[in-house]
């Protein structure tokens, strides 16, 4: 047996309710591909509604003596989780490769950030506050305390199968709260070898529940009507965060909503072109461009356009496509063929309106989803790859005139997830910051996630944050009472 099929064999193929893995009620199945070669590498478990039903009772059932588990015993599984991240890390590695294509370095990389979360919420759940004071009239105490939301709901994409989960799990499972998980239908591995690792951390049956389906929907609207549930976390596209904050409505549901991208890129006349060479690379090919901080859009002030065009194209004409096992492979395939369309149909809308192809613009041929890394420059206003998330190894540049025009061509746009500023000058770094509606800035760095900070966006890009001190409050309720003085 391979080292590929030895460990696609050991993750377990069924649903993880109340600590036990069972089949799907209805016995339904679900196939996982390579989307580099097209192939079904496991089959697992498709849940239905019952199952869901299932798991949010485990979830219900385990809520309270888990609330009641001393903080410190819960930093303890958490950080025990990590320990045997590490030990796995490797495996983890392959895996996310295997199911979702990116090459095995930026694997290993996720690994490592994925697994902060563990290690950082494992700190946090031992510095739930709360505080006592005398209100300002002097009449009374104020008490102030902090309790688990109780039972979550989990929804993750399939770009990031770890890191997506951790994030969520890691400050829920310290806040005190217990969850039900639903993994993308595309990258449901990961989490199931994940949810193994928790259990021989020592995890508690309940705590975490795994529902792997392809009916997202129809498993999802019943249990966020339960009114057992009292928090919904999500990431994945707006257009489903919207639907989802509708059905949270009817009962006031918590939401916690990590949406799109459409990040702008900008490089000023006094940049360091080297350096933003060098972050623009990362912030447009890792994750081969499906990451929602991926730099979206490359406003380059117009002296240096022509040169920023020609040494990214350079770069991007060194990057190697192929299955992400390969040694030295920087960019793996797409997702699926809808992936590989959306990013051709950008490309050619662009080119349609008067931008200038420099190089790629084509679906590469033979088994897997691959696509050329591309670049356009010139892009003209009103291209619709200025306007929706790209999702592919596409960069597109748009030259700017002076500095009100680049930030009134930044904040052109629905979302606010995180922009990147290239420039020498402090005070207009500074003068970015408070000018970009955005919630994250990289200001000369191609990359800003962080466990220790907190990750998310304004507005149509969602709400809620997610890592730093802020992360585990999402999963708290704040608690005041009012006494006489003593
Ligand atoms: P998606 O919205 O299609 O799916 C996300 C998750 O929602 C998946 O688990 C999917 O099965 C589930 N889902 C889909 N329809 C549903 C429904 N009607 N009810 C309940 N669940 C449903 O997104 P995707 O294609 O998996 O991921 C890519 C998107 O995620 C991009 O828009 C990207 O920007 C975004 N994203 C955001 C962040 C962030 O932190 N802001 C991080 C990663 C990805």
């Known amino acids: 047996m391979s080292a590929e099929s030895e460990l696609l064999a050991a993750v377990p193929d069924g649903l993880f309710i109340g600590g036990e893995?069972?089949?799907?009620?209805?016995?339904?199945?679900?196939?996982?591909?390579?989307?580099?070669?097209?192939e079904v590498i496991r089959t697992i478990a498709d849940a239905d509604a019952t199952d869901g039903a299932r798991a949010l009772d485990a979830a219900v059932a385990?809520?309270?003596?888990?609330?009641?588990?001393?903080?410190?015993?819960?930093?303890?599984?958490?950080?025990?989780?990590?320990?045997?991240?590490?030990?796995?890390?490797?495996?983890?590695?392959?895996?996310?490769?295997?199911?979702?294509?990116?090459?095995?370095?930026?694997?290993r990389g996720e690994v490592a950030y994925g697994g902060e979360f563990l290690r950082w919420f494992s700190e946090e759940a031992v510095r739930i506050g709360g505080r006592y004071g005398v209100n300002p009239e002097g009449t009374g105490r104020m008490i102030v305390t902090q309790?688990?939301?109780?039972?979550?709901?989990?929804?993750?994409?399939?770009?990031?199968?770890?890191?997506?989960?951790?994030?969520?799990?890691?400050?829920a499972l310290a806040a005190g709260c217990t969850v039900v998980i639903k993994p993308a239908e595309l990258t449901p591995l990961t989490?199931?070898?994940?949810?193994?690792?928790?259990?021989?951390?020592?995890?508690?049956?309940?705590?975490?529940?795994?529902?792997?389906?392809?009916?997202?929907?129809?498993?999802?609207?019943p249990i966020i009507a339960d009114p057992r549930l009292r928090k919904l976390s999500f990431t994945g596209s707006t257009a489903v965060g919207r639907k989802l904050i509708q059905q949270s409505a009817d009962n006031v549901l918590r939401t916690s909503m990590e949406l799109g991208g459409n990040a702008p890129f900008l490089v000023f006349d006094d940049a360091d072109l080297d350096a933003a060479i060098d972050g623009a690379m990362l912030a447009k090919?890792?994750?081969?461009?499906?990451?929602?901080?991926?730099?979206?859009?490359?406003?380059?002030h117009e002296s240096v356009a022509d040169e920023f065009t020609r040494r990214i194209t350079e770069?991007?004409?060194?990057?190697?496509?192929?299955?992400?096992?390969?040694?030295?492979?920087?960019?793996?395939?797409?997702?699926?063929?809808?992936?590989?369309?959306?990013?051709?149909?950008?490309v050619r809308d662009a080119v349609d309106r008067g931008?200038?192809?420099?190089?790629g613009g084509e679906r590469l041929e033979g088994p897997g989803t691959f696509y050329a890394p591309t670049v356009v420059s010139d892009v003209k206003a009103g291209s619709d790859i200025l306007r929706e998330e790209i999702f592919g190894p596409v960069v597109s540049v748009v030259p700017f005139r002076d500095e009100d025009d680049a930030v009134r061509l930044a904040n052109d746009t629905e979302y606010g997830l995180v922009s990147y500023v290239y420039t020498r000058d402090l005070a207009r770094g500074q003068r970015m910051i408070e000018r970009l509606e955005t919630g994250m800035m990289g200001l000369n760095v191609g990359v800003v996630s962080n466990a220790a900070a907190p990750f998310g966006g304004m507005k149509q890009s969602g709400n809620g944050r997610e890592g730093g001190f802020e992360g585990i409050q999402e999963y708290l309720e704040t608690k005041y009472t009012l006494t006489p003085n003593p």
Request: aromatic share 6%; proline share 7%.
């Open 62 to 107: 385990a809520q309270g003596e888990w609330a009641a588990t001393p903080p410190r015993q819960r930093a303890e599984i958490l950080r025990r989780t990590w320990e045997l991240l590490q030990e796995h890390a490797d495996d983890l590695a392959l895996l996310m490769t295997l199911e979702m294509g990116k090459p095995l370095a930026e694997a």
């Open 285 to 300: 090919f890792r994750n081969i461009g499906q990451a929602c901080t991926a730099a979206n859009r490359f406003l380059v």
């Open 355 to 359: 931008a200038r192809l420099v190089t």
């Open 191 to 221: 989490t199931l070898f994940f949810a193994t690792l928790l259990q021989r951390a020592g995890l508690p049956a309940g705590v975490v529940n795994v529902v792997t389906t392809s009916s997202s929907a129809a498993v999802s609207e």
């Open 21 to 38: 893995w069972v089949p799907a009620a209805a016995g339904g199945t679900l196939e996982v591909r390579d989307p580099s070669t097209g």
């Open 315 to 346: 770069r991007v004409q060194q990057l190697r496509v192929g299955r992400g096992t390969e040694e030295g492979v920087t960019i793996g395939p797409l997702i699926d063929d809808r992936a590989v369309d959306k990013a051709d149909a950008l």
């Open 147 to 171: 309790r688990p939301v109780g039972p979550c709901y989990l929804i993750t994409p399939w770009n990031f199968p770890l890191a997506m989960a951790t994030r969520k799990i890691a400050p």
